[in-house]
């Protein structure tokens, strides 16, 4: 009997392709936690930034730079890992 819980076109994959599948996946769910990990460093120099903003002088602003660089990768990262991931319906924790 076929697994109901398996998209239509993936009940027909050859092993090679599921592990191709399985790969994508996995690259999906490593930048889902580069994300994280970037979101919460951003977060962190957020408290930074407001001070850098408001002392420092004319366009010296490394921090607020540095945080602005932080959440685009973050954003970036969170897309491309979605997309990667996208069509599977479990968590994977490793």
Known sequence: M???LL?????????DQVERLDSRRRRGQLMLVICFQF???SLLLTLWSG???FL???YAHP???LNALTFMI????GLVGLRLRRG???FISY
């Open 2 to 4: 076929a697994n109901t």
């Open 7 to 15: 998209p239509i076109e993936e009940r027909t994959l050859t092993p």
């Open 39 to 41: 979101l919460i460093i």
């Open 51 to 53: 001070q850098d903003i």
């Open 56 to 58: 420092s002088p004319g």
């Open 63 to 65: 921090v607020a730079y």
């Open 74 to 77: 973050s954003a970036v990262a």
């Open 88 to 90: 599977s319906n479990e």
